[in-house]
C-alpha cells in the first residue's frame, strides 16, 4: 500500500542479496531469532509490523523533495541516481507512517503516480492487467475486475480501511511485503505475475519470487513493479479468499482455489497468509484437497495440519502460534465450504 516497489523491501533480482528497508543504515538490523520480523531501532527493540499499537512518538517528517518522473523509465534512472536515499512513493500508507516514526528515512521521493497508465485495469490475453499504482479501492469497484474476479474484488472491501483503500495502491501494498496483509495471499493462489521494469530491462516474477520475507522482496534498487497479470479462472474454476481479525490487520488471511469437475475436484491450491513472514503453500495440503468431493471433506483436518507445519506460525501482537493453528483448520473448511457453493 506504499510506494510501490524498490526500497523498502527489495532486493537484487539476480538473487545476490535481498534487501531490506533501505536508507535507513545501522537505524534497521533485522532480528534472526524473531524469524526476521522485528527490527531494532538504535538499540531499543521495536517493529515496523507493530507500529500501530507500538508506543513510539511521531515525529514531525523530516525534508524531503519530491521527483514526478514522466515516464518508468525516468523513475528508475532517479532511483538509480538517488541510491539509499530515495524511494518510490505511491500510497504512502506505509512509507510515510514509517518515517514519521523515524524508522525509515529518505531525502527523496519519486512519485509514481504522475506516470501515465500506471493504474490502468484492463483484460488482456485472458489475464487481468492491473497497474501498479491502481488503489484498493479502485480495484474493489472496477467493473472489470468484479465481472471477471469477484474473489479479487470481495478481498479488496476488506482491506484495512476505506481511507487506505482510497490512497494505498496494489503494486506498494505487494513490495512493501507488510506479513499481515490480504492481496499477496490470494494473488500467490490465483497464479499472478508482478510485472517489473528497471535499468536492466522487464521481467516477470511470480508472488513467491517477488515477496522474500517479511518487508523484503527480490527487486532491485532501481526496479519498480509497473503491473500485476491475474489469470482470469476458467469456468470450471472456483475460488474463495477468507480472513480472520480482531484489531487492523488480519490474524490470518486463507485463499482456496478449487478446480471442480462434476463430483471430483481435478485441482487445488491453498495459500494461509498472516500467520507468519510469508503467503505459505503446501504440495501435501493441495494433494490431500484433490479427489471426490466427499472424500476431500474427510481429510480437511489433515490438509490444514499440513498447510499449518508448511506456514509454521509465530506469535505476535495478532495472535498466538497455537491460536493461529487452530484459525487455519477452522477456515480451511470454511474456504471450501464457500468455494463449493
Same mark, same amino acid.
Given at each position: 500500500?506504499?510506494?510501490?516497489?524498490?526500497?523498502?523491501?527489495?532486493?537484487?533480482?539476480?538473487?545476490?542479496?535481498?534487501?531490506?528497508?533501505?536508507?535507513?543504515? &545501522?537505524?534497521? +538490523?533485522?532480528?534472526?531469532? %524473531?524469524?526476521?520480523?522485528?527490527?531494532?531501532?538504535?538499540?531499543?527493540?521495536?517493529?515496523?509490523?507493530?507500529?500501530?499499537?507500538?508506543?513510539?512518538?511521531?515525529?514531525?517528517?523530516?525534508?524531503? #523533495?519530491?521527483? $514526478?518522473?514522466?515516464?518508468?523509465?525516468?523513475?528508475? $534512472?532517479?532511483?538509480?541516481?538517488?541510491?539509499?536515499?530515495?524511494?518510490?512513493?505511491?500510497?504512502?500508507?506505509?512509507?510515510?507512517?514509517?518515517?514519521?516514526?523515524?524508522?525509515?528515512?529518505?531525502?527523496?521521493?519519486? /512519485?509514481?503516480?504522475?506516470?501515465? %497508465?500506471?493504474?490502468?485495469?484492463?483484460? !488482456?490475453?485472458?489475464?487481468?492487467?492491473?497497474?501498479?499504482?491502481? #488503489?484498493?479501492?479502485?480495484?474493489?469497484?472496477?467493473?472489470?475486475?468484479?465481472?471477471?474476479?469477484?474473489?479479487? @474484488?470481495?478481498?479488496?472491501?476488506?482491506?484495512?480501511?476505506?481511507?487506505?483503500?482510497?490512497?494505498?495502491?496494489?503494486?506498494?501494498?505487494?513490495?512493501?511485503? &507488510? *506479513?499481515?496483509?490480504?492481496?499477496?495471499?490470494?494473488?500467490?493462489?490465483?497464479?499472478?505475475?508482478?510485472?517489473?521494469?528497471?535499468?536492466?530491462?522487464?521481467?516477470?516474477?511470480?508472488?513467491?519470487?517477488?515477496?522474500?520475507?517479511?518487508?523484503?522482496?527480490?527487486?532491485? /534498487?532501481?526496479?519498480?513493479?509497473? @503491473?500485476?497479470?491475474?489469470?482470469? *479462472? @476458467?469456468?470450471?474454476?472456483?475460488?474463495?479468499?477468507?480472513?480472520? $481479525?480482531?484489531?487492523?490487520?488480519?490474524?490470518?488471511? =486463507?485463499?482456496?482455489?478449487?478446480?471442480? /469437475?462434476?463430483?471430483?475436484?481435478?485441482?487445488?491450491?491453498?495459500?494461509?497468509?498472516?500467520?507468519?513472514?510469508?503467503?505459505? $503453500?503446501?504440495?501435501?495440503?493441495?494433494?490431500? =484437497?484433490?479427489?471426490?468431493?466427499?472424500?476431500?471433506?474427510?481429510?480437511?483436518? %489433515?490438509?490444514?495440519?499440513?498447510?499449518? +507445519?508448511?506456514? %509454521?506460525?509465530?506469535?505476535?501482537?495478532?495472535?498466538?502460534?497455537?491460536? !493461529?493453528?487452530?484459525?487455519?483448520?477452522?477456515? =480451511?473448511?470454511?474456504?471450501?465450504? +464457500?468455494?463449493?457453493?
Amino acid at each position: 500500500t506504499s510506494p510501490m516497489l524498490s526500497t523498502a523491501p527489495s532486493a537484487c533480482a539476480s538473487g545476490k542479496r535481498r534487501s531490506r528497508p533501505k536508507g535507513c543504515g &545501522e537505524l534497521l +538490523k533485522r532480528k534472526k531469532e %524473531d524469524r526476521g520480523w522485528r527490527i531494532e531501532d538504535r538499540g531499543s527493540r521495536s517493529s515496523i509490523l507493530d507500529l500501530r499499537s507500538s508506543v513510539l512518538l511521531m515525529m514531525p517528517l523530516r525534508k524531503f #523533495t519530491i521527483h $514526478q518522473p514522466k515516464t518508468t523509465a525516468e523513475a528508475s $534512472q532517479m532511483l538509480a541516481e538517488y541510491g539509499d536515499k530515495g524511494r518510490l512513493y505511491a500510497g504512502g500508507t506505509e512509507l510515510l507512517l514509517a518515517m514519521k516514526h523515524d524508522l525509515l528515512r529518505y531525502e527523496h521521493l519519486v /512519485d509514481v503516480k504522475t506516470i501515465p %497508465d500506471l493504474n490502468k485495469i484492463e483484460r !488482456k490475453n485472458g489475464s487481468l492487467m492491473i497497474g501498479g499504482t491502481a #488503489t484498493h479501492r479502485a480495484i474493489e469497484r472496477s467493473p472489470l475486475v468484479r465481472a471477471n474476479l469477484p474473489v479479487l @474484488a470481495e478481498m479488496e472491501t476488506n482491506v484495512a480501511n476505506v481511507r487506505v483503500r482510497a490512497s494505498g495502491t496494489l503494486g506498494g501494498n505487494l513490495c512493501f511485503a &507488510e *506479513p499481515h496483509s490480504d492481496p499477496a495471499t490470494l494473488l500467490l493462489a490465483l497464479g499472478a505475475k508482478a510485472h517489473v521494469r528497471g535499468n536492466a530491462g522487464t521481467k516477470s516474477l511470480t508472488i513467491d519470487e517477488l515477496i522474500k520475507g517479511a518487508y523484503e522482496t527480490s527487486l532491485a /534498487d532501481d526496479e519498480l513493479l509497473v @503491473a500485476v497479470e491475474i489469470p482470469i *479462472p @476458467a469456468k470450471t474454476e472456483r475460488a474463495a479468499y477468507l480472513k480472520f $481479525q480482531l484489531k487492523e490487520r488480519p490474524t490470518l488471511g =486463507l485463499a482456496l482455489v478449487l478446480d471442480i /469437475d462434476g463430483d471430483q475436484i481435478k485441482k487445488a491450491k491453498a495459500v494461509v497468509g498472516s500467520v507468519s513472514a510469508l503467503p505459505t $503453500q503446501s504440495d501435501r495440503c493441495d494433494g490431500l =484437497l484433490i479427489g471426490a468431493k466427499t472424500q476431500v471433506e474427510k481429510q480437511l483436518g %489433515d490438509a490444514a495440519e499440513a498447510l499449518a +507445519k508448511a506456514a %509454521d506460525p509465530v506469535d505476535d501482537l495478532e495472535g498466538s502460534a497455537d491460536y !493461529k493453528r487452530h484459525l487455519i483448520g477452522v477456515f =480451511l473448511r470454511r474456504a471450501f465450504i +464457500k468455494a463449493l457453493t
